[in-house]
């Protein structure tokens, strides 16, 4: 069974473009994931998709934009790109909305660079 | 909301010596638990889960309601066990719909087992 996979894994942009990340989960996953990953600040959680509908939403401005299309694939947006956005980008996919194993499978991520 | 504190960025240890990693917790309601590990060039992955209470790799993980933790330990580290160790609270049945807001990791405690 294939992983979660994430594209691209690393890219650069500069302040002010804007960038789509995209994540295909296990198959059969319905649930997807996104969280922000930086030394700083560890993971923090940006929002969750199932059935095309997002679930819930962290603490984010909303430059940060997501979806999730009839397959399950979720593509995520970054708007108007600032430098804290630099970070790695980690999608998660699990078997049911909120499941309560707890188990979320991780990409590998993205690793966005804004200059 | 939930919340979930590891108060050590860095640990670092002998191989052979004991481990314990730190998580408290602040949650309403009754709270399962998790712990990820993120091993260098590798995918995050759920390590254990307190529900289970199982050990993996010798780790194990008790949930204490009184002082509102969940420490991870291990008797011997190995410097295998080097890595990146994520707690994890539960994603609450009251977090569907977006109305309760961040679903949330520790920021991590960085495991250094020296030989």
């Known amino acids: 069974k294939a992983g979660v996979t994430q594209t691209p894994r690393y890219l650069i942009k500069t302040r002010g473009q804007q960038v789509t990340l995209s994540c295909s989960p296990i198959?059969?996953?319905?649930?997807v994931s996104w969280y922000q990953q930086t030394p700083g600040q560890g993971l923090q959680f940006l929002f969750e998709?199932?059935?095309?509908?997002?679930?819930n939403k962290g603490n984010f401005p909303g430059r940060f934009s997501g979806r999730q299309f009839s397959n399950s694939r979720s593509e995520m947006n970054v708007s108007t790109l600032e430098l804290g956005d630099s970070a790695l980008y980690l999608c998660?996919?699990?078997?049911?909305?909120?499941?309560?194993?707890?188990?979320?499978?991780f990409g590998e991520g993205s690793r966005l660079t804004v200059l | 909301a939930q919340r979930v504190t590891q108060p050590e960025k860095l640990l670092s240890v002998f191989k052979g010596a004991p481990v314990e990693l730190k998580c408290n917790y602040s949650?309403?309601?009754?709270?399962?638990l998790f712990w990820y590990v993120q091993y260098s060039r590798q995918r995050l992955q759920l390590l254990l889960r307190?529900?289970s209470r199982e050990s993996i790799k010798g780790f194990t993980a008790d949930l204490n309601k009184g002082e509102t933790s969940f420490h991870l330990k291990k008797p011997f580290a190995q410097e295998e066990d080097s890595a990146m160790y994520y707690c994890?609270?539960?994603?609450?049945?009251?977090?569907?719909?977006?109305?309760?807001?961040?679903?949330?990791f520790g920021k991590g405690t960085k495991l250094s087992v020296k030989p």
């Open positions: 998660a996919s699990s078997l049911a909305q909120g499941s309560n194993t707890g188990e979320l499978f």
């Open positions: 998709y199932f059935s095309e509908t997002q679930r």
């Open positions: 949650y309403s309601g009754s709270p399962e």
């Open positions: 307190h529900i």
């Open positions: 198959s059969g996953h319905r649930s």
């Open positions: 994890a609270p539960p994603r609450a049945a009251g977090n569907y719909g977006g109305s309760q807001g961040n679903l949330i």
